[in-house]
């Protein structure tokens, strides 16, 4: 019997070819794609761009995909009748329907995030987008290379304050980079979060609940407060029904002109166009995104197309969602994915199996 035909989806910088070499030579017929297609759930995806996405993975026993870049709802999961076996990475996949998977008899796996170590690599990226911001690296660099010298100046963050809405387990891995090794006071806000849970976070990550002052080392602020008080506003939140869309230009018009907002959490937690609207009228000095709407961003999107920081327009860094995108990483996921297939065709237990999507 021949051996089921295998999808690996969206790896853009082909580390599957690797971990999936051992299959191949075993006789899998395994095809890496490189590019991703449109989004089939997103509103504005039109039918023939959702057919070419049924057309590719129509042929494929079991699909590796990665993230949640390529979406898997419903009604593109009985389109596939070949589907046997969907592989992820991570532990936990909101873009994967898993109750449509286990109605098809569909196993959903997942893997471990690689490595444990910390400051994870997302933390790593936010704080690295917040100092470019804040030190203008791309367009000093740009500068330079351009025959230029010094055209502005950078903003200092020490001893500022930096609000983090989340205070999850990024929201303070992140918070604390910041306040040991710049200094920033800390304020966080999130719909059910309390200044006691805020305190127990501290603690966890063996911080002061206060300094001598009385001050709290991450302390909870409403809404309002945080948005207009913080020098830099960080996105933390998982994206959920309850968090999509939930920055809107009321939040973003409180803040100081000359604060950064940055998103390295999900695009549709923020109105992107009232995002765009604040940076086009310079509101801000600065936007960071790692994440955006539809990924890949789109060419004719406006975050590429606009001249930003030129007349009046904020700053703006922009990186391709590299948040979690580390060579070690991303092979460790791949050759447990390797691992669960392996077991799956033996029939027996796979690691990570999901029973819902986790969130």
Known sequence: ???????????????????????????????????????????????????????RLGPFEIISSMRERTP????????????????????????????????????????????GKSPDSTTQHCVALILALARNIPQDDAVMKAGGWQTTFATGLAGKLFGTVGLGRLGVSVSKIMHIAFGMRIVAWSTN????????????????????????????VSREELFSSADVVSVQLVLSDRSRGLITSNDLGKMKKSAFFVNTSRGPI??????????????????????????????????????????????????????????????????QQVENILRWQKGEAMATVFKDSGY
């Open 270 to 335: 923020v109105v992107e166009d009232d995002l765009l609207e604040a940076a086009k009228k310079g509101s801000i000095r600065g936007v960071g995104l790692d994440v955006y709407e539809i990924e890949p961003l789109p060419l004719d999107n406006r975050w590429r197309t606009i001249r930003w920081g030129e007349e009046g327009r904020s700053q703006v860094v922009l990186t391709p969602h590299m948040g979690y995108v580390e060579e070690e990483t991303i092979t460790d996921m791949y050759e």
């Open 1 to 55: 019997m021949a051996l089921p035909k295998i999808a690996i989806l969206d790896d853009y910088q082909k580390l599957s070819k690797t971990p999936f070499e051992n299959l191949k030579s075993s006789g899998y017929d395994v095809t890496i794609f490189t590019d991703t297609l449109l989004p089939y759930n997103h509103p504005n995806t039109p039918q023939d761009a959702k057919d070419a996405l049924v057309k």
């Open 193 to 220: 979060l309390t200044q006691e849970a805020a305190d127990e976070k501290a603690k966890a990550a063996g911080l002061p609940v206060e300094d001598q002052n009385g001050d709290k080392t991450f302390k909870v």
């Open 72 to 115: 898997f709802p419903a009604d593109l999961i009985n389109r596939l009748p070949n589907l046997k076996l969907l592989l992820t990475t991570g532990g936990r996949n909101a873009s994967i329907d898993v109750k449509a998977c286990t109605a098809r008899s569909v196993p959903v796996a997942g893997t471990g995030m690689g490595g």
